[in-house]
């Protein structure tokens, strides 16, 4: 039964992106102009052609390490900094003013301020992590303060050492606030920082050559980053949380 609703689920999601295909197509179409916006099919041929060069490789990886680098320096010190201030409400009050301007601050002004602080290259990693930390600061200090307190009572009666009460206690309340932040934290970085490299036009990046598709009016090379940037995005978003799930399941099986 669950193989049945998966494959059903799965085939509401090929017509749902065929759909919207047909829709690009038509108004690809009914534009007439390339340069303006290039058919589905264009994109893609054009994207299997860059595929087969060394560089598109080299621009993906440049990229990639270095959002990844953000947004996982941003889930390490967003559980941190959340358990302190789960655990300490004065700390939690001084965090509230630095969050709540990373949340409201625009994009492109951490970029321009980043621009006098690091290269252009180490601009993808301090955006990435700016987006992703408010994410898991939030998700982890409400997680934490709203762990059902019979249980840490149980905790206490049993004589959990620390590390036992993290992985038996405070993880289970975690994991699915974890999940929801890290799922939209990933997609948030991959687009906040190409964003940051598309403005401070980092060598070697994706940005960079979305930024020369743009300036030499290349569309069909424009549609194909911006396909690749979605492609890899949703691939390292899944692999990250079935990484997650995975933990979780070792960790349930602990507690069996």
């Known amino acids: 039964m669950n193989s049945i ?17 047909a829709v690009w197509q038509a108004a690809s179409m009914w534009i007439g102009q390339e340069i303006l916006l290039v ?15 060394g560089s598109f490789w080299q621009s993906v990886a440049f990229s990639a390490v270095r959002i990844l680098g953000g947004f996982f320096l941003a889930l390490l010190a967003g559980i ?5 201030a789960a655990r300490y409400r004065n700390f939690r009050h001084l965090m509230a003013p630095l969050v709540m301007a990373m949340k409201s601050t625009p994009v492109a002004s951490f970029v321009i301020l980043a621009l006098f602080w690091f ?5 993808s990693v301090f955006i990435s992590f700016l987006i992703a930390f408010p994410l898991v600061y939030g998700n982890t200090w409400q997680s934490i303060v709203l762990t059902d307190q019979k249980l840490l009572e149980m905790g206490q009666v049993f ?3 620390f590390w036992k009460k993290i992985r038996y206690l405070y993880f289970p309340q975690l994991y699915p606030n974890l ?5 939209l934290g990933m997609g948030m970085c991959w687009k906040a920082g190409t964003a940051a490299e598309v403005i401070g036009v980092a060598d070697g990046s994706i940005g960079e050559r979305l930024y020369e598709a743009k300036a030499y009016l290349q569309m069909p090379d424009l549609f194909a980053w911006t396909i690749t940037i ?15 799930g995975w933990i979780e399941r070792k960790n349930r099986g602990g507690v069996a």
Do not use: C, D
């Open 5 to 21: 609703t998966m494959n059903k689920k799965n085939r509401m999601k090929i017509w749902a992106v065929l759909f919207w295909l």
């Open 39 to 53: 058919s589905p099919a264009a994109a893609l041929y054009r994207l299997f052609f860059l595929a087969r060069e």
């Open 80 to 84: 941190l900094t959340g358990a302190l």
């Open 119 to 123: 290269s252009a290259s180490g601009l």
């Open 159 to 161: 004589h959990l050492s």
């Open 179 to 183: 999940q929801i932040a890290s799922a």
């Open 230 to 244: 979605i492609v890899v995005s949703i691939v390292l978003e899944r692999l990250f949380l079935a990484l997650l």
